[in-house]
């Protein structure tokens, strides 16, 4: 039996900091198989783009990694810089967030993708030449031969964005990994992005792992999401069970963030107060607690590990899930507790 | 769309900012070549209103905004604030307003300034206007102001702005534009740098703010859900004319320009049995050049619906329902089915 | 009215590097070269040092001795004498050219910088002219007019210098006043002179000091080479380029003529642009983070 697309197990990557260590990635893992889609999803330093960059071996000097890549049973973290050259763009390929600082500005369009090309498939010139033509048609690129001729500061933010996907793709890579592929981009554009991303991914039966910070951006294009807190994978399901039986707090309060065009204006958008804990001096227990409306005082004391749900490939990590009778009990008890220092609050501010 | 035309403007009295046949153009390279950032845009903003601007990159939304300002000047059209004509304002008596209009930014990072102590930059107004203040006096507004946003002074205002997340960089940005008590903000795109989570407290700390200061916004972004949480009124924004003006939820129930119908399907939708794109045109292609528009309605090169007309002539704002304008020739839904019922023109006036 | 929400985390001390860069063991060991030659070219007069000009003090060419610690050159004079006076010489031309350059140029290009527009396109245009003017031309010029002397010298410099420190201002200058913290002060109602001191200078004097030390650096070697062509201060008062110069003819039999006063510039030069590189990694705000 072939081994699944990617295994990542017990992945951790720390940063040396003035102040000590910071855990930017503690000890994730997870899969991934041929042709599936995969949302993660979490707070900017909630360690989703350093675990794309981890997989990728791409992480700046003074990182420390532990753990297994596994990529078609072979160990990424195991592989020399030399080997993994030959895996990037060949085997996994990158999508980032800025296409203006990952595109060359003083090279044509037309040579940043042939390069590759040439590089890892050995192509001739004139063959290559006709495929990066070929490839940039293929990402929606109106006159692509003239594009081609064009550099990086000629084309609006969505062009240059396809023609990132365009190199990423060049080489029939079986991983995509997109890092917030459109947080730089219009509304409008980001969903022809996206669009043109999940058309690829099926025509080529490519897996591809979608980075954001928007779970609307992910909802109806992944087949399965893994939520990151902290440096943590805190729930991971198929993505309609996600939806439907969100079970860790956090992501309930990520989907209650986003603002619903089909609600009135001026609807109280449900906040997530406070910010993700300092990953140098983070607290014990679940890192979530501070910020989380269940949170009870199991939750500061003892970190959750990541558990099954009832839902087959469903797993989070909390005390008091959403939507169980523990959740609903630790909710109900910290609104009644919030109501009496709010009315105590309040008969002291009359009492003034 | 890409309408012009003045039918949505309300009493003139009762505006707190009217802007009529705004123009903004910039030189482009190349001879005699122009920028048309903002080409003939009327809109006004009541007292205690919040009016939502909103269209994608290079639409000249954040060009009007800053115009509204005289930072810098609009190539000629009226800013009329307060009774007050802007636009014929020179130095000091323009300068002796500002305090009255501020402005938040897109960028947390870049609109404070690196190497001030958050203290001083939210005490740098005051330093400007009241320079007679005691030192007790503008720190008690500082601390005041900096609880209003949610930051502690003690812990605060001896930090430089790197040592902020982008929320509480943006928290500090606020506590600037208020701590001179302005009437208007104009926020430009003040959310599309952040997170869900943290854009969600910074819109809801901006409605608090308004109700505690007695503000008037105008709101600038290029997400119609966020626009449409926090604003009365929408204008959509179209390579720099106006297409579609209305109420907020008036705009939701009833989009009637092509354009804003394709707005609101590319809107990403948290629920994953919701297709994305599916019912409504999402668009294709990118604006164009805004050095050399097209004739007539400028969108009808992205529109499906653009026949002969639309080249011809460029479509006014006429109205179409309750508080409903828009400026096109072969409107949308019910209220343009309606309109288009009556005969084009029918409801011009 | 709601109240806003509290930000219990505000109250923490934040994420990243609160702590700077420290700077280093090469930053001091360069302020301690710098601060050394300072104080012996300072107090070189009081210093139980033989008179730089007398000649004959021992045989002439003599290398190192305990006497003569770094020996004495064609003349019979004292090295080390002439070395540390040497000094004053450099150390003011060279500091002294900068700080003109400085003052003109900076002023000229924050200015064009901020306000842009003509003034820009004429100031500039000014500064390009100056850059392709040929340099040795023009100190030629200015000696020949003004007769070689430590003030000739240094204005000799210190106008060279005007140009290229002016474009790299308004360069810095140009990135921070396009910064919306410069747009939010004009829309308070801050004057012109008030953004430029507040706003603008405490971000680019920082970059400027660092590059200013550079260009002391280069400024000290430009003097050398002005006294090896005979246009800096005349003789008998030494100077390390002078002295470069005067050992020029017995490399082969004296090399400590031509070797001391080079090592002294060599050392200086090196240390200026360590110290300098150092200012500026310690005074880069942390903007752009992991």
């Not at chain 1, 973290?77 to 296409?99: N, T």
């Not at chain 1, 043109?196 to 109806?220: F, N, P, W, Y």
């Not at chain 2, 390579?239 to 804003?260: I, Q």
């Not at chain 3, 505000?10 to 063991?25: C, I, K, Q, Y």
Request: glycine share 8%; net charge neutral; hydrophobic share 45%.
């Amino acid at each position: 039996m072939k081994p699944v697309l990617l295994d990542v197990a017990g992945l951790s990557t720390t940063f040396p900091t003035g102040r000590g260590p910071l855990i930017a990635l503690d000890d994730v893992s997870l899969s991934l198989d041929r042709g599936r889609t995969l949302g993660l999803v979490g707070e900017s330093g909630s360690g989703k783009t350093v675990l794309a960059r981890s997989i990728m071996g791409l992480l700046p000097a003074h990182a420390h990694r532990q753990g297994h890549v596994w990529f078609e049973g072979q160990d990424l973290a195991a592989l020399s810089p030399r080997d993994l050259r030959d895996i990037w763009g060949r085997e996994i390929a990158m999508v980032f967030q800025d296409p203006m600082t990952s595109l060359n500005p003083v090279m044509k369009v037309g040579r940043q993708i042939t390069e590759s090309l040439r590089h890892h498939l050995r192509m001739g010139k004139d063959e290559a030449r006709t495929a990066a033509v070929d490839l940039l048609d293929s990402v929606g690129i109106p006159e692509p031969k003239r594009r081609a001729d064009e550099y990086p500061h000629q084309l609006s933010g969505g062009m240059r964005q396809r023609v990132t996907i365009a190199i990423a793709l060049a080489c029939w890579p079986k991983l995509l990994l997109a890092d917030e592929p459109t947080t730089a981009l219009d509304v409008t554009v980001q969903s022809q992005i996206l669009d043109l991303l999940q058309a690829k991914q099926a025509e080529r039966s490519m897996a591809m792992i979608l980075v954001t910070h928007d779970l609307g951006v992910v909802a109806g294009r992944t087949n399965e999401i893994a939520v990151m807190y902290a440096g943590r994978i805190v729930e991971r399901a198929d993505t309609a069970t996600l939806f439907a039986e969100t079970r860790m707090p956090y992501t309930e309060s990520l989907l209650a963030s986003i603002p619903r065009v089909e609600r009135p204006s001026h609807t109280r958008l449900q906040a997530i107060a406070g910010r993700p804990p300092d990953l140098v001096t983070r607290p014990g227990g679940c890192r979530f607690a501070p910020r989380c409306p269940y949170a009870q005082p199991r939750c500061a004391e003892e970190e959750p590990p990541l558990l099954p749900a009832p839902t087959p490939g469903h797993t989070f990590a909390c005390w008091y899930p959403v939507g169980t009778p523990a959740g609903d009990e630790a909710l109900a008890r910290n609104t009644a507790s919030n109501e009496a220092s709010n009315k105590a609050a309040d008969r002291a501010a009359d009492g003034r | 769309m890409a309408g012009s035309g003045t039918a949505h403007l309300r009493d003139r009295a009762d505006a707190l900012l009217r802007v009529e046949h705004l123009v903004v153009e910039f030189p482009a390279a190349g001879r005699g070549r122009k920028v048309h950032a903002v080409s003939d845009v009327s809109l006004d903003v009541l007292p205690g209103e919040t009016l939502g601007l909103v269209g994608e990159s290079g639409c000249g939304k954040s060009t009007l905004g800053r115009a509204v300002m005289q930072l810098p000047r609009p190539t000629s059209g009226s800013v009329r604030f307060g009774g007050q004509e802007l636009t014929a304002l020179k130095g000091e008596p323009l300068r002796r307003l500002r305090p009255q209009m501020q402005m938040i930014f897109q960028d947390p990072i870049s609109s404070l300034n690196p190497r001030r102590r958050v203290g001083d930059i939210v005490a740098e107004p005051l330093a400007v206007w009241r320079s007679g203040q005691s030192h007790g006096d503008v720190q008690a507004a500082v601390r005041a102001v900096l609880a209003d946003v949610g930051l502690d002074y003690d812990t605060a205002a001896d930090r430089l702005p790197h040592q902020f997340s982008g929320g509480q960089c943006q928290r500090i940005s606020i506590a600037r534009a208020l701590v001179l008590e302005p009437k208007l903000l104009v926020c430009d795109e003040p959310v599309s740098a952040l997170d869900v989570s943290v854009q969600a407290q910074i819109l809801n700390l901006l409605e608090d703010m308004k109700a505690r200061y007695g503000l008037t916004m105008l709101f600038i972004a290029h997400d119609l859900a966020v626009v449409k949480s926090i604003s009365d009124r929408v204008a959509v924004m179209y390579l720099g004319k106006l297409c579609e003006v209305a109420p907020s939820d008036g705009l939701y129930d009833a989009p009637t320009h092509p354009y804003t119908a394709a707005l609101l399907a590319s809107i990403p939708v948290p629920n994953p049995e919701v297709r994305p794109g599916v019912g409504g045109g999402t668009l294709s292609n990118d604006l164009p050049s805004p050095i050399d528009p097209p004739s007539g309605c400028r969108f009808r090169t992205r529109c499906p619906r653009a026949g002969q007309r639309c080249a011809e002539e460029e479509p006014v704002l006429r109205h179409c329902g309750d508080d409903h304008w828009v400026a096109c020739h072969f409107p949308v839904g019910k209220l343009g089915q309606a309109l288009s019922h009556t005969g084009p023109d029918a409801m011009a006036d | 009215m709601p109240e806003p929400q509290p930000d219990p985390a505000s109250a923490d001390v934040e994420h990243g590097s609160t702590g700077r860069r420290r700077l280093g063991l090469l930053f001091w060991a360069s302020v301690g070269w710098l601060g050394l030659i300072a104080t012996l070219a300072a107090t070189a007069d009081w210093l139980p040092i033989p008179d730089p000009t007398r000649p004959g003090v021992a045989p002439a060419r003599q290398p190192p001795t305990l006497h003569h610690l770094l020996g004495v050159d064609v003349l019979g004079r004292d090295m080390l004498s002439r070395t540390i006076h040497g000094a004053r010489v450099s150390l003011v031309v060279g500091f002294s050219s900068i700080a003109f350059g400085l003052l003109v140029g900076g002023a000229v290009g924050v200015l064009a910088g901020y306000f842009r527009g003509r003034f820009e396109a004429i100031a500039m245009g000014t500064v390009d002219v100056l850059l392709a003017f040929p340099a040795l031309v023009f100190a030629l010029a200015l000696v020949s007019f003004l007769g070689p002397s430590l003030g000739t010298v240094t204005l000799a410099i210190g106008v060279l210098s005007i140009a290229p420190i002016a474009r790299i201002i308004r360069a810095s200058t140009l990135a921070f006043a396009q910064r919306e913290f410069v747009l939010a002060a004009r829309t308070v109602g801050a004057r012109h002179r008030r953004i430029i001191v507040n706003e603008i200078l405490p971000n680019v004097i920082p970059a400027a000091v660092s590059f200013a030390l550079v260009a002391v650096a280069v400024a000290i070697v430009s003097e050398g080479a002005l006294a090896f062509l005979g246009l800096s201060v005349a003789a008998p008062t030494p100077t390390w380029g002078s002295m470069i110069n005067e050992g020029r003819t017995v490399l082969q039999d004296a090399p400590h003529i031509s070797f001391v006063p080079s090592a002294a510039m060599f050392l200086t030069v090196l240390a200026l642009n360590f110290a300098g590189d150092s200012l500026r990694a310690r005074f880069d705000v942390g903007e752009g983070r992991l």
